[in-house]
């Protein structure tokens, strides 16, 4: 007989006691202890194991084992008598030995803080990690049987420290107070407000309160909505149950044939492409929209992760036919596995092209586009567009799903000039950093879930308006905070357009709710065209 599958041990708050097998470690933020097993002898599990020395000796040598993050991916960890052949060998987070032509570190990010380039781990470590910028160095290494990093500069860590001591304590960031708040987002509120038409310049708008402005807040209401489809994804939407997927990859897809972009002259660039679904629907698209110089057309898939299941072309259960037209899509496909920040397009091989006039070198039009490009990512891609017209690239189209603005980081925004039209900055020049403007930065990205983790939405004062909830901090009632989080994010998604617009030079640049948000919360996509004969 089958024994019952063991349940998942429940978290407690209640300390371990010796002998229960249960981790020693202490969630801070959840309240409660971890609620993993560990081995025998042992007193935290994998996860709470790094930095602590156990009980338990390693059958091969006489020491105790200690488990240390992995200086390339500080995700996983390893026990640290085992570092060295895991950085050698097994980790799969290691660099290549020899870097592709395409990589530029750091050449996407609009705004490197002061000191970058030389400061240490201990003097600027919290600051990197804050701000996305944290990352392996390939030289990190440990002295044989010691616990101390070779390396003092590593953007990851610094030299290792005592169990006791954290090296990588988070800066938590703490709550406003509400004058704070009124005075973070009355002028984030007002341009927004203005950009949509919503306000006129001459306006005394400035005289109301942020309350009386966020009434005017219109969510999904501001932009056009313009939900379409596409024959490429009929059989996917015949198939799956869920059609969440489905219905804004085929809009996506709509799209890019409304625009006149499914051209088989362009390259097709997927930025964050995760499995690679979309851009097989792309491909599909463009082969059915040029049959005849469709194999002529390439795709190529950007991602920072290598992807265990890669979506397939051939599998029906997916909803793609088994045609010659998809099997052929396998091979007009590449996936380069690069972070976004260290990419250089202009140097990726299969862009370069010879002018059959004047047999001088030039890069191929591309067509840029993605599905849900979380954060600070939709800024790298920009900024990464702009280095590609830059080298002398064409940009024809553009089309990408904005979503998480939670993960935008100052850092990585395009428009530091823009920004500084609504949050106050104590530097002379927009190019330059400021730790003021940056602080406040943080906290209108952190406001932005406010618009997404609540429920569909709602008008301050309307019957959805939650008479018994408890106060919050910022002293916003509830539908006030889903209005003030949806300004946030579309006076973000305002700046990223009006850099398009003025630095890649097209004037078309829009912003369309390309789905309805009973299918995604996040239903805002950045659509522009630059079409030339």
Not at 56 to 68: E, Q
Not at 181 to 198: A, Q
Request: overall charge neutral.
């Amino acid at each position: 007989m089958c024994e019952p599958a063991l349940k998942p041990p429940k978290p407690s708050k209640v300390p371990p006691v010796e002998g229960d097998g249960r981790c020693r470690f202490f969630v801070a933020k959840k309240n409660r202890y971890c609620p993993f097993t560990t081995k025998s002898n042992s007193k935290y599990c994998g996860e709470h194991m790094v930095g602590k020395q156990s009980n338990l000796l390693d059958a091969n040598a006489n020491v105790a084992k200690t488990r240390v993050p992995c200086p390339y991916d500080p995700s996983h960890s390893v026990d640290l008598h085992k570092l060295k052949r895991h950085m050698a060998a097994l980790c799969n987070a290691r660099p290549p030995e020899i870097w592709p032509t395409y990589t530029a570190p750091d050449c996407n990010i609009a705004l490197l803080p002061p000191g970058y380039t030389h400061d240490s781990f201990e003097e600027a470590g919290a600051l990197w990690k804050e701000e996305g910028l944290g990352k392996a160095d390939p030289r990190l290494m440990l002295k044989p049987g010691d616990l101390t990093y070779m390396s003092t500069t590593s953007r990851v860590f610094s030299d290792w420290a005592p169990p006791e001591v954290s090296t990588s304590q988070k800066h938590e960031k703490q709550p406003l107070d509400r004058q704070s708040v009124e005075r973070l987002l009355k002028p984030v509120v007002l341009s927004y407000l203005r950009s949509v038409e919503e306000l006129s310049a001459e306006s005394d708008a400035e005289q109301c309160s942020l309350s009386e402005l966020l009434i005017r807040v219109r969510c999904s209401e501001e932009f056009p909505t313009d939900v379409r489809s596409h024959s490429a994804l009929d059989q996917k939407r015949l198939i799956k149950a869920n059609q969440k997927h489905a219905q804004q990859q085929a809009s996506i897809v709509g799209h890019l044939e409304k625009r006149g972009l499914l051209d088989s002259k362009y390259a097709f660039i997927e930025f964050g492409s995760g499995k690679g679904e979309l851009s097989v629907y792309v491909h599909a698209a463009a082969v059915a929209a040029n049959p005849d110089t469709a194999p002529d057309s390439h795709v190529y898939l950007v991602d920072r992760k290598v992807f265990r299941q890669k979506f397939k072309a051939d599998q029906q259960d997916n909803g793609v036919q088994k045609t010659q037209d998809h099997r052929d899509s396998s091979q007009q496909l590449e996936r380069i596995n690069i972070d976004i920040r260290d990419f250089d397009l202009a140097s990726l091989e299969g862009l370069r092209a010879t002018d059959p006039l004047t047999g001088n070198p030039v890069l191929r039009p591309i067509i840029a586009y993605s599905k849900h490009l979380c954060g600070g990512a939709t800024d790298l891609t920009l900024k990464c567009l702009e280095r590609y017209q830059q080298a002398g690239g064409h940009i024809a189209g553009v089309a990408i799903a904005l979503c998480c603005h939670h993960a935008c980081r100052y850092s990585m925004y395009v428009d530091h000039e823009y920004l500084s039209t609504a949050v106050a900055s104590h530097s002379t020049e927009s190019s330059q950093w400021s730790h003021d403007q940056r602080s406040d930065f943080r906290h209108l990205a952190s406001m932005t879930g406010w618009a997404i983790n609540l429920s569909p939405p709602v008008s301050p004062g309307s019957a959805l308006e939650k008479d018994s909830e408890p106060a919050h901090y910022s002293g916003l009632s509830y539908a006030q905070r889903v209005c003030a989080g949806h300004a946030v994010k579309r006076f973000l998604d305002i700046g990223r357009v009006r850099f398009v617009r003025r630095q890649l030079g097209m004037d078309d640049a829009e912003l369309v709710y390309y789905t309805l948000r009973t299918t995604s919360p996040e239903n805002l996509a950045l659509f522009a065209t630059d079409l030339k004969d």
